[in-house]
């Protein structure tokens, strides 16, 4: 009988599948610990589709859209993590919706966001997460200056028990059009055995059935409000204020262990790209209202429209 065999070196010492095996168990076990989260999302890849109404017929007006993401934690200790999240999303659509002489035609937009700091573990219940979030937002016109954008994250953590676990923070971001501050609040909580939500609101949720570990469905939505410099003739240093709110039905179908499909269907209720000049910003804003917004767009408002969203991920147990 044959039995298999594999080993590695790392840092010059010889790793062996088996050895392997118990170091990706402990490292597991220490993000259940610290991160105190069902599943540890990796890796995914995605594909975003908006089929906005066009005036004309000869042209494909839609928004096309994709992302990818890579989590990376260091453990320090058993009541420590560094994690360190790399995030590129692109957006491309026609901008028919122009009041310029000279408007900006299409919309070419991309975000490169690292997402990286410290969980410390308080007591067996309770948890810190403080992030630095630097960003460059931009249509790669503009020079990376103007394109950066400087943020963060602070939250508490709270295991109420082994059905809800929440946490309560905020968000701060330097957008092109002035500071923009989230308080959020995260929950993962198992309403029911198979009844579960999960989300980080007001930016997104999900209210799902899981009958079992291969399958889950339920409802969605996201609401995101980013924003990007361009560098365009006519339009130096302007930036696009991307504004959208989407609805929508999914399935989450695991493929084999630890990889994941999920398909969304659904409808978005905002779906908006303002073009401003540099100098057009709001003194403060929140998610659902602005202080000091006196600011006047270059382009019209856009509609809402149906969309669909294709999801690859890389996703590991940790309970």
């Not at 019209?300 to 147990?317: C, K, Q, V």
Request: aromatic share 16%; net charge positive.
């Amino acid at each position: 009988m044959y039995g298999f065999k594999y080993n590695f070196m790392l840092n010059g010492i010889k790793i062996t599948y088996h050895n392997a095996l118990l170091i990706m168990g402990a490292f597991l076990l220490n993000i259940t610990m610290l991160y105190a989260q069902k599943r540890f999302d990796v890796f995914y890849v995605a594909g975003n589709y908006n089929f906005l109404k066009s005036t004309n017929i000869n042209q494909n007006n839609y928004e096309k859209a994709w992302a990818a993401n890579l989590s990376i934690p260091f453990l320090f200790n058993d009541s420590s993590i560094w994690l360190t999240t790399l995030d590129y999303q692109h957006y491309n659509l026609p901008n028919e919706h122009n009041t310029a002489d000279n408007p900006v035609t299409v919309f070419n937009l991309h975000g490169c966001i690292i997402r990286t700091g410290y969980i410390k573990k308080i007591s067996s219940k309770q948890a810190i997460h403080a992030l630095f979030i630097p960003r460059v937002m931009t249509d790669f016109n503009a020079t990376l200056g103007n394109a950066l954008q400087l943020g963060g994250m602070v939250m508490y953590e709270k295991i109420k028990n082994k059905n809800l676990m929440w946490r309560a923070g905020v968000i701060y971001n330097q957008e092109f059009f002035g500071p923009f501050i989230t308080p959020v609040l995260y929950l993962d909580w198992h309403i029911t055995p198979t009844l579960k939500f999960a989300g980080l609101l007001p930016v997104y949720g999900k209210l799902y059935i899981e009958p079992n570990k291969n399958i889950s469905t339920g409802l969605h939505f996201v609401g995101l409000t980013t924003s990007y410099r361009i560098n365009e003739t006519d339009f130096e240093n302007y930036y696009v204020q991307r504004d959208a709110i989407d609805v929508s039905a999914f399935l989450n179908l695991r493929l084999v262990s630890t990889i994941y499909v999920e398909g969304r269907i659904g409808y978005s209720l905002s779906k908006d790209y303002g073009l401003y000049a540099e100098n057009e910003k709001a003194t403060v804003t929140f998610p659902l209202f602005a202080i000091g917004d006196n600011r006047t767009r270059a382009n019209n408002e856009f509609a809402g429209s149906p969309f669909m969203h294709f999801r690859l991920l890389y996703s590991l147990p940790t309970q």
